[in-house]
Each structure stands twice: as structure tokens, then as C-alpha cells.
């Protein structure tokens, strides 16, 4: 290998910008080389040498290693007239070639790329069939003769389980035999799709513009289960029917005539698949019946398929011998005959797609009870759904929709995101397509909602990837997102407040956590809302009737966040805001602190935690909070010195009226719920959580006895240990009644019991007796006393 050293390199890209360029004028005589000439054939003989390893003499030239100097040497040639001359050639002409490919592979890299599912090959070819009839229809609207030998137009499906074996028959159009070649014998050429290009190009044609297949590689999907497919068809316009026969792993097909009179159609197509070993489960006639009804169910000619059926009968039953001696006496009457129940079992036709798509239809003409009906039947459901919205959208994007609330939520309750529901139905021309979408069509927190969405602008063969990069897509998902909020709305504005109720218990979480993910939807959303509050605690308010009953003065949106009512209504926040007649929303739920956060206001109304700092109810009074702050501005200094890093300071409250204090969260920390709840999800692990606690704020109550009590105690010795504890244990107590939880809940009990113990010492029990005194009570019990029994004088004779 031949090594350059950078400064030669260096030295030849020099060069080549400066000493090599051909000047538009260079020469007009070559018998007589200039000073450029002679450098340049200097410079030109030791690159060659360098490439030769040195054996290379001065008259050595760069053609000998059939290189082109202009490419290799950097040379930048400029238009000039003088430029050329007589001996250049012109470039030998480029040659033309066809990529060549190995057909049978090319086909399973198209059908397996295009199709991740196997069972979607029925879909594909009823969908052809279907084309196939609506192409007949059209043409026999001016010809009426093409339909004349079968004029019924339906799809036949039979399954041969045995065999391994699923004929599908229609009678559509049919194909002469040029079309089975030009058709099934180039891959990607549609024939719908020329049959769409030629009523384009018709002037008088209507534009029937429902046709499915229009991409020439649906019928190819017969592959992923067959190793052998076998296409029988029969075209009005040829008297001739034909057979195209073609193989999994094979480059070639055959196409003959078919003279089988037993074979004969009148007229369409009859596609024979022999399927592989491991795809012959699909022959099984339930199954058939199955993915008819999951994919075809909405195609708009009857489908058929070959089923087992029975009926009840009942059949004459044979006397036992042992039972037929009886005796003579019962001759004269007559005997009944003894009959069984027996079920006869025979194959027939039947229609599979009894369903009819009722988006296609006019709203108007559509009544409630259809709209149900049909809401049982796709889904699957007992219960009527609480609303149903049925649309149309024209324009850059057309499609059709039937959207649907279900009475209850199928996943329960607390489930708030089911990531596996299969509630959005996607067709594409009446052909179902998918239901695993995930976020694509609605957000997840919408998930709940049901329905069917139509398409004529998708392909058939949508898959995952062209969903999620599709705009028509995003402009569908926008739509449908605002008309299922428009069917929410109508469910809260009804009359029957009972079914928001119900709409609310299942699904409010829904749209609390839509919330927190969708900003672009916080006007929608925010009017559904609904919580308890201080002024309803047993029916739930909106936040429109909240900002009704607000007092002229109120500014804000309160909201105090907790595990409950009781503890929400019993906090000391909401002392002085029930005075002042303030109402506040009870936020109770674990996703509420959160969604209300995510909105930040409503209706320019900011939402308040009355659980912070800074909490402003608008009856500010500075002269008196000057006093106050005089008077007990060193005792709060005096707490916080005794409290240290517990609290981030100590200050007046403003909140309080028959509490003596409280504990409050910083501006833009955690609340003691939301500090609660992160813990409860930390599995067990506090200490990355350390870093996101806020800061606390011990509040006083100025006007309370204990507070008084504590700046008297300050006042004349600050050192008194009982009024440290006292400190210590009215901490606690706020810890307690704030909504936190003490971090050693041992040693707050310890501090109860000693101070329970002075409270209640003596209170109840009568005082102890000293033993002397206990000595004495026992030796007078036991002394006895004698009695004198006098009798009576007498004194003048009486007594």
C-alpha cells in the first residue's frame, strides 16, 4: 500500500488549487509548452513516482495508470471556448438496464412487510370480492345484460376442515383472461385502481368512488396461509371461463381454460386456497365465521357461509321388552306412543353480516333505539350507553363516526388508563381495519369512550407505523376528541342530573387525569369537572357554580386537599374561610391536587391551597398587624430558635381563629397530602424524596390563650423548661392537625401522656392517708365500749 505524507498532500492540494488550474487561454500552439507547462509536468512526473515507488522518469504521465487527471489531481476546468478543441470525444452513451428480482422472493417480502397478521388474508379477499360486485352494479346501471345469468350479488365462503381447504365465490365481474394476467400476474397493479382512473376520466360518470382494493397487492395476501391458490373466473364478456393457478415459492403461474362442466360459474370469481400445514386451523367454519364478522361485518353485500345447523325433533321411542308385559286389564285403552327430543343436524348457507353500518346513514333518519341496538351488538354490551354522537366530517379529511359513553366502566373504578381496551373501531371503507390503537385515535385518558370511525382516506393496509406519522390521522384525532367532549357536555347539561352522576362516578378520573396530559383541552375539560366542597359536602359542584357563589371580593379559587371530608372540614385551615363565608372545594381524591395544579386557574380565577404560605383573604390590616407583630415578633423568634431546621420561620397567622397553630407548606413545595401520597409511593424509600419536601411554616394564633400563655412565659424566663416543652408538644400537635406525619410518633405519645399526667393528677382520686394517721383510724375501730344499764327509781310512788 502506498502511505502519503500530509506535507506532500498538503503540497499537491496547493498545487492543484493554484499551479493546475488550465487558464481559458493556456495555448494556442502545443509545439511550444510555457513556464505553467514545464511546472506542471514537473509536479505531474513526481506524483507518479510516488504512486510507482519512485521508478517513474520526468516524461512519465498519469494516462499510463489510466487515471483522469481532472478527477484524481483536482483540476478545475473553466468554460471557456478556447477550452476545447478538435481532438476531444464526446462520453460513449449511458446504457440502460431493468432491475431484475427473484419474483417469489420479492412477493413474501411485499406480503409479509405489508401484512403482520395472518388471519387478515380473508379480509383482504372478501374486500376484492366486494370491488368485484360493485364494479357489476355499476356497469349494469347502462348494460343491463352483464347480470342477466346471476342476478343476485353475494359472497360465498366454504370452509373444508378436513381437507385444509376455503373456497370463496362472488359474483361480481369476473375476469377475461388478458385481465387475469395483467392483473394477478404483475404484483402492485390493481385493477380497481384502473377502473377508478377510467371513471375519472369518464364525463358522464357519477364517481363511485366506495371501492375498497386500490393497491394491487390484497389478493397476494392469500399467500401468508396457502402454499397453492387456484383462481376460477368466468367475465360476461368472454364466453370462456379460466383458471389461474399459482404456488407460494414459485417465479411462474399458468392460466388455461377450464372445460369442467362441473367447475362452471356463471359468472365472477372463485378463489380455491389449499392452506399450509400450519395454517390449516383456519379452515375450521367457526372461525370463518368469526373474522367475518370481526373484518366484513360492514360490507355492503351479503356474505354466506357454510354452517352446521340443527333443529328439534321428536322421534318415536321403542318399547323395552321387560317393560311391555302388563296386564289385560289396560287392553281397552289406548296406548300413547313414546317420543324423544332428538337434534337433527344438516350444512347450509348463512348470512354472516346481518349488521347493517348505520354511520353510513342520515343522522336524522336514525332513531335512539337503533343507536342502542347497535351499541349492544358491535360491543358486545347489556346496558344502553348514556349518549351517542353520530357525525359526518367533510373536507381535507372525510370520514364517518358513531361515538358512544357505556353506562359503566368495564375495567372498574380505580383502573383510570387501560392500555389494552379495544373500544375504537377503525374501518376504512367498511372494512375493519384495527382496534389496538394506543393514544393514536384518543388520548389515553379518553380510553372509555366507544365507537366506530370510518375512512375513505386511509389505506386499506394501514399498520401501526402509518398511523402514528399520518397527518390524517392528527386531524381525525383532533375531531373526535372534540366531539366526544361535546357528547360529555351534553350528558352534564341534561336534565337528568343522575346520569352525569353515574358518567362521573366511572369516569371522572378520566378527565382529571386529562388534566395533567392535555393542555391544549383545559377549556374542555375544566367545565366537566365536579368536587365536594365547603358548602356542599354531599353533592358534588361544578367549578361554574363555584365562581356563581363567589363573594364580590373573593379573588381566588379556594381548595384545601385531604384523605377525606371529615378531615378536609376539620382542618384548622379552614377557620377563619368558613367565618368569612368563603366557600373551598374538598379535593379528596388523589389525582385532584394534581389535575387542579395542572390548571393553574379557571375563568381568571386563580386556584389557592389554603394549606400554603402567603394566604391572602383580602381584610389586610396593616396598623393592626403592626401591633401584633411587635408584641409577638420575639416570641417567634424565641419558637423558632427552639424549633431550629424543623420549620423554615415562625409568623402570625392569619387563618386561625379557635386553633392556637398551625403548620403550613412552603409557596411551591409539596402540601402535606401531596407529601403523603409520594411517600405512600416510594416503596418503602424516603430518601430521594428528602430533596422535593417544601419548606414549613410554623403559624400562631395571637389571639389564642396557649399563644398568650407561651409570650408570657418568654416575657419572664425564656429558659423554662416546661415552656420548652410546651413549644415542643404544641409542634407536634400542628404536625398532627396539619395533615403530616410526626417522625416519631412514639415519642409524641410519650409527650401526651406526661402532660395528660399533670393535667388529671389528684383530679378524680381521693388525696393518700399517711400510714400514722391510717394507724390511728384502724385502733379506734377496734375499741369497745361498755353501757350501764340504769333502772328506774320510784318517788312517791311513781317512777
Known amino acids: 500500500m502506498i502511505r502519503l505524507s500530509k506535507r506532500s498532500v498538503s503540497t499537491f492540494l496547493r498545487s492543484g488549487n493554484g499551479s493546475f488550474r488550465v487558464a481559458a487561454a493556456a495555448s494556442t500552439s502545443r509545439s511550444s509548452p510555457s513556464a505553467t507547462d514545464v511546472k506542471r509536468s514537473e509536479t505531474e512526473s513526481r506524483w507518479y513516482s510516488s504512486l510507482t515507488n519512485g521508478q517513474s522518469t520526468k516524461s512519465g504521465s498519469l494516462a499510463q495508470l489510466n487515471m483522469k487527471t481532472n478527477w484524481f489531481m483536482g483540476y478545475r476546468n473553466e468554460s471557456s471556448a478556447a477550452a476545447s478543441d478538435s481532438s476531444s ?71 373444508d376442515k378436513e381437507n385444509g381447504i376455503i373456497t370463496l365465490t362472488d359474483s361480481g365481474i369476473g375476469m377475461t383472461r388478458q385481465e387475469l394476467v395483467d392483473c394477478l400476474g404483475t404484483i402492485a397493479q390493481s385493477g380497481t385502481a384502473k377502473f377508478m382512473k377510467a371513471l375519472k376520466d369518464s ?30 373466473t368466468k367475465s360476461p364478456k368472454s364466453d370462456k371461463q379460466y383458471v389461474w393457478e399459482g404456488e407460494a415459492n414459485s417465479s411462474s403461474f399458468t392460466i388455461q381454460e377450464d372445460t369442467d362442466p362441473q367447475s362452471l360459474i356463471p359468472r365472477g370469481t372463485r378463489i380455491t386456497l389449499h392452506l399450509k400445514q400450519e395454517a ?26 357454510w354452517q352446521e345447523k340443527g333443529y328439534t325433533k321428536e322421534v318415536e321411542v321403542e318399547d323395552d321388552p321387560t317393560e311391555t308385559k302388563k296386564d289385560d286389564q289396560d287392553d281397552q285403552t289406548e296406548k300413547k306412543k313414546k317420543t324423544k327430543k332428538v337434534v337433527e343436524r344438516y350444512w347450509d348457507w348463512e348470512l354472516t353480516n346481518e349488521t347493517q353500518p348505520i354511520w353510513l346513514r342520515n343522522p336524522k333518519e336514525v332513531t335512539k333505539e337503533e343507536y342502542n341496538e347497535f351499541y349492544r351488538k358491535a360491543f358486545n354490551e347489556y346496558l344502553d350507553p348514556l349518549a351517542s354522537s353520530h357525525f359526518t366530517t367533510e373536507g381535507e379529511v372525510e370520514f364517518r363516526s358513531i361515538l358512544y359513553v357505556p353506562p359503566v366502566s368495564p375495567t372498574g373504578k380505580d383502573d383510570i388508563v387501560n392500555q389494552k381496551t ?14 389496538d390503537f394506543d393514544g393514536e385515535l384518543f388520548p389515553r385518558y379518553l380510553s372509555f369512550v366507544k365507537g366506530v370511525v370510518d375512512s375513505h382516506d386511509l389505506p386499506l393496509n394501514v399498520s401501526r407505523e402509518i398511523l402514528q406519522e399520518s397527518r390524517i390521522v392528527r386531524i381525525m384525532k383532533k375531531r373526535l376528541v372534540r366531539k366526544a367532549f361535546d357528547m360529555i357536555l351534553g350528558i352534564s347539561l341534561s336534565e337528568n342530573r343522575e346520569d352525569y352522576e353515574t358518567f362521573w362516578e366511572n369516569f371522572g378520573k378520566h378527565l382529571k387525569l386529562g ?22 359536602e354531599n353533592d358534588m359542584i361544578s367549578l361554574d357554580e363555584y365562581v356563581e357563589n363567589m363573594k364580590p ?62 394566604l391572602d383573604l383580602g381584610d389586610k390590616n396593616e396598623e393592626k398587624e403592626a401591633a401584633v407583630k411587635k408584641e409577638f415578633g ?7 430558635k427552639r424549633l431550629g431546621d424543623k420549620v423554615a420561620s415562625v409568623q402570625i397567622s392569619n387563618r386561625l381563629s379557635s386553633s392556637p397553630c398551625v403548620l403550613v407548606s412552603g409557596k411551591f413545595g409539596w402540601s402535606a397530602n401531596m ?46 423548661e416546661d415552656a420548652m416543652r410546651a413549644i415542643d408538644l404544641m409542634y407536634d400537635a400542628a404536625l398532627v392537625s396539619s395533615g403530616f406525619t410526626p417522625e416519631n410518633p412514639a415519642e409524641l405519645g410519650g409527650k401526651i401522656y406526661e402532660m395528660m399526667g399533670i393535667a388529671l393528677s389528684a383530679k378524680w382520686s381521693r388525696p393518700e392517708v399517711q400510714p400514722q394517721q391510717q394507724q390511728m383510724a384502724h385502733s379506734h375501730d377496734a375499741e369497745t365500749f361498755e353501757a350501764e344499764v340504769v333502772e328506774p327509781v320510784e318517788v312517791d310512788g311513781k317512777k
Request: hydrophobic letters at 40%; glycine letters at 2%; aromatic letters at 10%.
Open 89 to 159: 470525444q464526446a462520453p460513449p452513451p449511458a446504457e440502460k438496464f431493468e432491475y431484475q428480482a427473484e419474483v417469489s422472493r420479492l412477493m413474501d417480502l411485499i406480503v409479509n412487510s405489508l401484512y403482520s397478521n395472518k388471519e387478515v388474508f380473508l379480509r383482504e379477499l372478501i374486500s376484492n370480492a366486494s370491488d368485484a360486485l360493485d364494479k357489476l352494479r355499476y356497469l349494469s346501471v347502462t348494460n343491463p345484460e352483464l347480470s342477466k345469468d346471476a342476478p343476485n350479488l353475494d359472497i360465498r365462503i366454504y370452509a
Open 203 to 232: 364525463k358522464d360518470a357519477g364517481g363511485d368512488n366506495n371501492l375498497i382494493g386500490q393497491f394491487g397487492v390484497g389478493f397476494y395476501s392469500a399467500f401468508l396461509v396457502a402454499d397453492r391458490v387456484i383462481v376460477s
Open 280 to 305: 390449516k386451523n383456519f379452515a375450521d367454519p367457526e372461525r370463518i365465521q368469526k373474522l367475518v364478522k370481526n373484518y366484513s361485518q360492514f360490507v355492503s353485500f351479503p356474505i354466506y357461509t
Open 422 to 435: 379495544k373500544n375504537i373501531r377503525l374501518y376504512v371503507k367498511r372494512v375493519f381495519i384495527s382496534d
Open 515 to 536: 388534566c395533567i396530559e392535555d393542555r391544549e383541552n383545559h377549556k374542555r375539560i375544566a367545565p366537566l369537572l365536579r368536587f365536594f366542597s365547603s358548602q356542599s
Open 553 to 614: 371580593e373573593q379573588k381566588a379559587i379556594y381548595f384545601i386537599a385531604s384523605d377525606s371530608i371529615t378531615s378536609a372540614k376539620n382542618a384548622p385551615f379552614l377557620e377563619k374561610m368558613l367565618e368569612k363565608g368563603l366557600e373551598v372545594l374538598y379535593l379528596v381524591e388523589p389525582i385532584d391536587e394534581v389535575a387542579i395544579q395542572s390548571l393553574k386557574a379557571y375563568k381568571d380565577k386563580d386556584f389557592v391551597d389554603i394549606s400554603k404560605e402567603d
Open 634 to 640: 420575639q416570641t417567634c423568634d424565641w419558637i423558632k
Open 675 to 720: 407529601e403523603r401520597l409520594m411517600k405512600a409511593q416510594s416503596a418503602g424509600d424516603t430518601t430521594s424524596l428528602e430533596f422535593m419536601k417544601g419548606r414549613r411554616v410554623f403559624e400562631i394564633n395571637p389571639d389564642h390563650s396557649i399563644i398568650k400563655n407561651i409570650n408570657a412565659a418568654y416575657n419572664s424566663n425564656p429558659n423554662d
